[in-house]
């Protein structure tokens, strides 16, 4: 079992800048594959950004590559999503998920970006 906290939402303008933490509890964290999913009022659950257990492999939706990045620090069970160059269509609950056999997902936290 693996418990999942995001905190680091909010509310910034266009242009700006936001870190989202994910941090996780339970079994063996730096076995699970992490990232983020987002959902926006009214619309479809997106992939964002995804890392491999050790680090090594990143991955990104079309429509945040250059602007966001993931990293993780399994020495704290944590990972980190550094949103830059926000945009007002970034705005939604983001989510962060552990893959393994399994997958959690963490309550979410809102980020709205204003014009």
């Known amino acids: 079992q693996v418990q999942l906290v995001e905190s680091g939402g909010g509310l910034v303008q266009a242009g700006g800048s936001l870190r989202l933490s994910c941090a996780a509890s339970g079994r063996t964290f730096s076995m699970y594959a992490m990232g983020w999913f987002r959902q926006a009022p009214g619309k479809e659950h997106e992939f964002v950004a995804g890392?491999?257990?050790?680090?090594?492999?990143?991955y990104y939706a079309d429509s945040v590559k250059g602007r966001f990045t993931i990293s993780r620090d399994n020495a704290k069970n944590a990972v980190y999503l550094q949103m830059s160059s926000l945009k007002p269509e970034d705005t939604a609950v983001y989510y962060c998920?552990?893959?393994?056999?399994?997958?959690?997902w963490g309550q979410g936290t809102q980020v709205t970006v204003s014009s």
């Open positions: 890392i491999s257990w050790g680090g090594g492999n990143t």
């Open positions: 998920y552990a893959e393994g056999v399994t997958t959690y």
